[in-house]
Nanobody
Framework: VQLQASGGGLVQAGGSLRLSCAAS????????MAWFRQGPGKEREFVAR????????GYAGSVKGRFTISRDNAKNTVYLQMNSLKPEDTAVYYC????????????????????WGQGTLVTVFS
């Protein structure tokens, strides 16, 4: 599957952005999807995930209550709605897909995902 992330940009602290990740090549609805991010000088970290089956979601503590992950299987797209953005949210955001139905505890692990998008840059200024 090919993943194309978009929607990044420059936003003032407190603002909002919505990231999109369009998938092509295989049946999107069977993939567990996730967003990860890598800030300046930092390692890549888990942000949010959504299951293929049942569409349950999970979030990193740092974004819970501010970010919402969703998916539209008819459009082969996963979204990340980001509200109340903070400068520390500045990062390159990557979408990822897994066809292996990882167990719940692994869904925050980037090794559980075999497909990755190219990343989209989000810059939050104060």
């Amino acid at each position: 599957v090919q993943l194309q992330a978009s929607g990044g940009g420059l936003v003032q602290a407190g603002g909002s952005l919505r990231l999109s990740c369009a998938a092509s090549g295989r049946t999107f609805k069977v993939f567990d999807m996730a967003w990860f991010r890598q800030g300046p000088g930092k390692e890549r970290e888990f942000v949010a995930r959504i299951r293929a089956r049942g569409a349950s979601t999970g979030y990193a503590g740092s974004v819970k209550g501010r970010f919402t992950i969703s998916r539209d299987n008819a459009k082969n797209t996963v979204y990340l709605q980001m509200n109340s953005l903070k400068p520390e949210d500045t990062a390159v955001y990557y979408c990822a897909a897994s066809s292996n139905n990882p167990i719940l505890s692994r869904l925050t692990d980037e090794d559980a995902y075999e497909y990755w998008g190219q990343g989209t840059l989000v810059t939050v200024f104060s």
